[in-house]
């Protein structure tokens, strides 16, 4: 029999005895013998128990110290790990393996915490011995996810960790990054050397509310993202206008196989900086806020094959557009044009301010939904308003507003995230107070 054969029938024959032994397992009394445990090569065990969810893993582990010994040399992988600072200042942990980290790598951790059933709480201090640990046990964190005061020490210590592995192939790998908020200036150096860590596997990079303070930290850390070869997905949304990163993010991104961007508060980014970076033509997902970015600027001809290949793309219109404007209207009405019959156009508009002018407060929402949905039926689109700034009172009369004043819109069907309106071939879908785009795109797609 062949090789590949032979190994083939191995393997069926060691998944259905580990499914028995599963069974026994479960119900196998405390004091009986293991001599009766399948002796199977351990090799073949081994890549059972690499495909055994980590809490499986666990119990198999229970059954014998050669099972044992076995499954602690297997890599640990963690789709999710969470840390977040409450509003108590406590830090809680999430994680979709909690039982498995309070039973195995926190089972003689002496420190306190606090099982709240879907998330671990702690103090600072423990927090960071926690993450010692696992950065100490743990191969791969499929996405980590770090939003507490303390992000920049947290960075470190997986940072120096990882640092002080001889072997380069047994330091951790973080398949997708998500930091929100910054405290101190070196945070950012510290973020910038966990991408490095991550450069070879990393396929997702999310950077909310954060801060580079300096050209060289900008270049630094722009310059470590361009090592990310697998990247796919970058969100980096400074909590102030960036006045550092326009020629850096360029450089870092224009070669990358991005399918996903959102950047906002970039100085002087040009629409030219995002048709270099889109130019492979594996751009699906665009949102982007600028100051220099308006919906006119993106329909200028360098940006013509980026925007005809989107899936969504997101702008945000302020005081300056005006819906009483031909101007902006044929601008909107051009984007809406370019992007393909499927694409959908999500709308972030903060009106004027209204609070010297209550009583128009209400209409002004009808106006602005009645304005969106034209367009989204003259040209045939589908368009997600959110409207910014206004309640949700106001928001819903505007919407029962336009039902009862235009005979050709229609109500279309439930949706948690807010109201569909449907007029012609047009759609738009007006989303409710606490609802934001992308809500439901937890993961790449």
Same mark, same amino acid.
């Given at each position: ?115 709240? #059933? ?9 927090? =960071? ?45 973080? =398949?997708?990054?998500?930091?929100? #908020? ?102 699906? =997902? ?121 005979? =050709? ?37």
């Amino acid at each position: 029999m062949p090789r590949s054969g032979l190994k083939a029938k191995w393997l069926l024959k060691a998944k259905l005895k580990l499914q028995k032994l599963r069974i026994r397992l479960q119900t196998r009394p405390q004091n009986a013998s293991t001599s009766k445990l399948p002796l199977l090569h351990s090799d073949v065990l081994a890549e059972i128990f690499r495909r055994l969810p980590l809490r499986d893993r666990a119990r198999a582990r229970q059954a014998s110290h050669g099972f044992r010994r076995l499954v602690d040399e297997l890599p640990i992988r963690l789709p999710f790990l969470m840390f977040h600072t409450d509003k108590h200042g406590n830090v809680e942990l999430l994680c979709d393996q909690l039982d498995f980290l309070t039973g195995r790598l926190l089972a003689r951790f002496s420190g306190r915490y606090e099982h709240l #059933g879907d998330a671990l709480l702690m103090d600072t201090a423990t927090a =960071e011995a926690v993450l010692r640990i696992i950065a100490a046990h743990v191969s791969t964190i499929a996405h980590l996810w770090l939003d507490c005061k303390q992000n920049g020490e947290m960075a470190k210590i997986l940072v120096e960790a990882n640092v002080g592995r001889e072997n380069v192939a047994h330091r951790i790998s973080i =398949e997708q990054l998500t930091v929100i #908020g910054n405290t101190g200036g070196d945070d950012f150096d510290w973020y910038r050397k966990l991408v490095l860590l991550s450069r070879k596997d990393a396929k997702a990079l999310r950077f909310r509310h954060v801060r580079i303070t300096s050209d060289e930290q900008a270049h630094a850390f722009w310059q470590a993202v361009g090592q990310c070869h697998k990247l796919e997905l970058l969100q980096y949304e400074p909590c102030r206008t960036d006045h550092l990163s326009r020629e850096y993010i360029v450089e870092a991104l224009e070669k990358k196989p991005i399918k996903n961007l959102t950047i906002t508060n970039i100085d002087n980014l040009s629409p030219c900086d995002l048709g270099m970076i889109g130019a492979k033509g594996r751009l699906r =997902e665009l949102s982007v806020v600028a100051d220099s970015i308006k919906p006119e600027a993106l329909t200028q001809k360098c940006l013509h094959k980026t925007v005809a290949s989107l899936n969504t793309l997101l702008i945000q219109v302020e005081a300056d557009f005006s819906i009483d404007n031909p101007g902006d209207r044929d601008a909107i009405f051009a984007l809406l044009r370019l992007l393909p019959i499927t694409a959908t156009l999500e709308v972030v508009h903060v009106p004027v301010s209204t609070s010297h002018a209550q009583p128009s407060t209400g209409n002004l929402a009808a106006r602005i939904i009645g304005f969106w949905l034209a367009l989204a039926m003259e040209a045939e689109r589908t368009i997600k308003l959110k409207i910014d700034g206004l309640g949700q009172e106001l928001t819903d009369a505007g919407a029962g507003r336009v039902l009862r004043k235009c005979h =050709e819109v229609t109500r279309g069907p439930y949706t948690p995230d807010g109201l569909w309106l449907q007029s012609g071939l047009g759609s738009l879908l007006v989303l409710d107070r606490h609802t934001w785009f992308g809500d439901e795109d937890f993961e790449l797609c």
